[in-house]
Structure formats: structure tokens, C-alpha cells
């Protein structure tokens, strides 16, 4: 019976294994994108895939379709996919030896990806005048999103910079004078506290100002010369005295209003999406909120008549003006390209590399911050800024040495994750500030030890 067992065993394992590889192959073959006609035969076809839907995907043809008019060598062929499965397609499209030859992406994959080999270098495309240039030129912030351990694996083909949307009005009300915004962090916090308002049983009806609570510790940090990463060292800096001083700002805050009540205040909300009219901010329920500069591109459309206005997030006292952190999206070349020489092509056509005052256009489209100063000081991008005032504010913070990216490090997600759910748990009350840094820094701290045990960096 022993015996007949094993071998029973042995068979449905046999039958496991054909079934996993089955459907393997058809979740592959599933995953694939569609096949697109070409326009044009005769030429060379480049693959890109991006993760951009409704009206983001229409920008990105229209980028694709300039690129294919410039030139008669290459076609580029524009592919959507699902931002929910592109990071495992990816992998899998590389692993079967049919990657695209371009990637649009946004995940925090770089370090990772790079570390096991599964991109190309982009500064052994470029010539030498291209690297000095790129070097030279283009915002600090956009190197650092794209650079792991000496090399170029991503270019950004728009970076986010992040500052205050606020309200005249209520400042007004409140008897503030909206145009003297705050010039440090504890004014902000002060006034954020006059602007807060209650209804009879105590329960929040408009919020003056609220650190947010994410990016957390990596937006603020940096205004007192600290954060999670020491980027001359090349290190993490996790339980530090500035990240302390941060993380029981952000914690005493929320206590100030009651988590609770923030709670409630907030499932009451819409989600406010970057691409629809729901944004909380524009019904007023907050006076003053840190955002994006896509958020510009989206009052434009969605609330043209809205009386706001932008400003830098205020430093602490003495700190550095134009400081916070950053992140992109990035364009990227995978190991196994078959047209990797296009796929640049495309990347230099978009980013401005190549013709910087033409690509400036592109960026005017999607309201993204582009990556050098030629294409924000071109004709065309300073009559967008020109129609869009407030978008100054977000080159303004986009061309400093004080915003950062999450650390470069191979285990992004993991530390990103770790990050958010620690900073969560301090914010809940359920540890201190204190205990949260310890329990991160112990967390990473395992996650290193392990990967060094199981030799994940070799």
C-alpha cells in the first residue's frame, strides 16, 4: 500500500507540475497585449508598454504618433496594460525572451530590477555629449529617481513635485491674509489650527491643515536635513533624532484633531482621483492640502472657476526652501530587447534629450514637470505656465536639491511597505514614535539578514 501510495504520489505530482506549467503558459499567453497594425510596414516596430488609461492613453498616442512622424526608421507601437498586472507581465515577457523594447513605468522597481539584471543600462545608449548633458542639465530629483549605483537605468518621462493648494477665501473669513502664505513650517501649523472647523456636537467640518500622512516622514524630514536615506553615504537612516522629530510631528497632529474624528471626516469624502472632479479640495473641505501639480491640469478642466492658489511647502525654521520628496514616472529598457536601439530613439524623442523645446510640448499635455530647465523655459511650456500660473510654484520645487525619491535600495517595496505600515501604526496610536522607528529599523534590519543568508544580492 506503501508503495502504491508513492506512486500515486509521484503521478499527481507529475499531473501538478503539467497543470502549473499549462497554466502558466496561458495566463503568459493571456496577459499579452493585442497586436496592433503597423502604419507602417517597411519600418522597424518598437514595442513600448505603459500603464496609462483614458485619457492619459491618449497623451501617450499622441507622443507615439509625433515620434513616428519624425522620423522613417522606427514605429513605435503604443500597448495600455493593466497597471495591476504590469510588473508580473513584465517579468515573465522577459523570462520567455519576449520583453517590450520600452517600458512606461511607476512602480518603485528600479533598484530590484536592476540588481537581477533584467535592464539596460541607458547611459551605454547615450553618446558622451548625451550622459554630460543628462548630467549636467537635467533636475536633481530626475537623476536620482533613475540613477542605481553609478548607472542610468530609467529616464523620467515626467517627475511629481508636491506643494500647498489653498484657499483665499477662507483665509479671508478667518481674517488671514491669503497673500502671505506662511513662511515656516510651525506658522503653517498654526494657521492650519485657526482654519480647522466644528460643528456643535465637535465633529470636523473643514480641516485647516493636516501633515500628510503619506509619503509621511520622507515629505518632511528633508526640511530638517534628515529622512530615510542618507544619499551622500549611500545608506538608510532610519531611527534617527530627525525622523523622531518628524514622525511625532505628523502623530501629534492627528491627536490634535482626534484620529477618530480625522477618520470619520475623511470616509465622508470622495476619493478625489488625479483625474476626475471629485478631489475633496475643491468643495472646501480643506483649507490648505499638500498635492501634486497634476492637480493644476485637473482644476483646469474640472473646476475652472475655482479661486485657489499654490505655494511652496514652508520649511521648518531655518531649513532649506523647496524641499520634500519626489517621485516619477520613468521610461526603461529591458534585458532582451530586440529593438533596444529605438527604444532609445523614442526615449530621447520624449525626454528632450533630443530637441528639448520640441519635447517641451509633450509635458504641457499630461501637466507633468519635465526634466530640464531648456523645456520648462521653452516658448511653449512658459505659455502653458502663462495660462496656469500656479503651476510655477511646482517647477520652483521640482528644480531643487532638497526633494528626494524613496532610497535606491533593491528592496523598495519592502521598505516602502515597511515604512507605511509603521508610520500607520505610530499615527493610530498603537505604538509610539519611538517604538515605530525601532520596529522598522529591526524589520529592515531582518530583511537585510535574510537576503544575505539566502544570497539574493549575489
Given amino acids: 500500500m506503501a508503495g502504491e501510495r508513492e506512486e500515486n504520489g509521484k503521478g499527481f505530482n507529475a499531473f501538478l507540475a503539467l497543470a502549473i506549467v499549462i497554466v502558466a503558459g496561458f495566463a503568459f499567453s493571456y496577459l499579452q497585449p493585442q497586436p496592433t497594425v503597423k502604419t507602417y ?23 507615439a504618433l509625433r515620434f513616428n512622424e519624425s522620423q522613417d526608421k522606427y514605429e513605435v507601437i503604443a500597448l495600455s496594460i493593466p497597471s495591476s498586472v504590469a510588473d508580473s507581465k ?7 525572451g519576449n520583453p517590450p523594447d520600452v517600458m512606461g513605468q511607476w512602480s518603485p522597481v528600479i533598484p530590484k530590477w536592476a540588481e537581477s539584471k533584467l535592464l539596460q543600462p541607458l547611459d551605454g545608449f547615450m553618446t558622451p555629449v548625451e550622459w554630460q548633458y543628462f548630467q549636467k542639465y537635467a533636475y536633481p530629483a530626475a537623476k536620482r529617481i533613475g540613477m542605481y549605483k553609478g548607472k ?9 513635485a508636491f506643494a500647498c493648494y489653498y484657499m483665499p477665501k477662507q483665509f479671508v473669513d478667518a481674517g488671514l491674509d491669503p497673500n502671505k502664505f506662511p513662511d515656516t513650517l510651525e506658522k503653517l501649523t498654526e494657521i492650519g489650527h485657526k482654519l480647522n472647523r466644528f460643528d456643535d456636537k465637535g465633529n470636523l467640518t473643514r480641516i485647516g491643515f493636516l501633515p500628510s500622512q503619506w509619503p ?62 471629485d478631489w475633496p479640495f475643491i468643495s472646501g473641505a480643506y483649507s490648505i492640502t499638500l498635492d ?131 508610520e500607520d501604526l505610530a499615527i493610530r496610536s498603537r ?9 522598522l529599523d529591526k524589520d529592515i534590519r531582518q530583511e537585510l539578514d535574510r537576503r544575505k543568508r539566502y544570497h539574493y544580492n549575489d
Fill in 292 to 422: 501634486g501639480q497634476w492637480r493644476v491640469e485637473q482644476l483646469r478642466k474640472f473646476a475652472p472657476d475655482l479661486k485657489y492658489k499654490t505655494a511652496p511647502l514652508p520649511p521648518p525654521a531655518g531649513g532649506p526652501k523647496n524641499y520634500g520628496w519626489t517621485n516619477g514616472n520613468f521610461l526603461i529598457i529591458p534585458k532582451g530587447a530586440k529593438h533596444s536601439k529605438g527604444a532609445w530613439e523614442f526615449i530621447k524623442f520624449w525626454s528632450g534629450i533630443a530637441k528639448p523645446e520640441r519635447a517641451a510640448e509633450f509635458y504641457t499635455w499630461g501637466g507633468w514637470i519635465p526634466l530640464f530647465p531648456a523645456e520648462a523655459n521653452s516658448p511653449i511650456f512658459k505659455e502653458y505656465v502663462k495660462k496656469n500660473p500656479e503651476f510655477q510654484t511646482f517647477l520652483n520645487v521640482a528644480a531643487s536639491e532638497h526633494i528626494y525619491p524613496i532610497p535606491p535600495v533593491p528592496y523598495q517595496v519592502f521598505l516602502s511597505d515597511r515604512i507605511g505600515r509603521y
Fill in 431 to 439: 505604538l509610539t514614535p519611538q517604538e515605530a522607528l525601532e520596529q
Fill in 152 to 160: 542610468l537605468y530609467g529616464i523620467p518621462s515626467g517627475m511629481n
Fill in 216 to 277: 509621511g516622514v520622507g515629505m518632511y524630514a528633508p526640511g530638517y536635513g534628515g529622512g530615510y536615506y542618507d544619499w551622500k553615504n549611500d545608506k538608510l537612516t532610519i531611527n534617527t533624532p530627525i525622523n523622531l522629530k518628524v514622525l511625532t510631528y505628523l502623530v501629534d497632529e492627528r491627536k490634535r484633531l482626534g484620529f477618530d474624528n480625522v477618520l470619520r471626516f475623511e470616509s465622508g469624502l470622495n476619493s478625489g482621483s488625479s483625474g476626475s472632479v
Fill in 41 to 63: 510596414p517597411s519600418r522597424e516596430k518598437v514595442i513600448f508598454w505603459h500603464m496609462w488609461t483614458a485619457e492619459w492613453k491618449g497623451v501617450i498616442d499622441k507622443i
Fill in 90 to 96: 513584465f517579468l515573465l515577457a522577459v523570462a520567455g
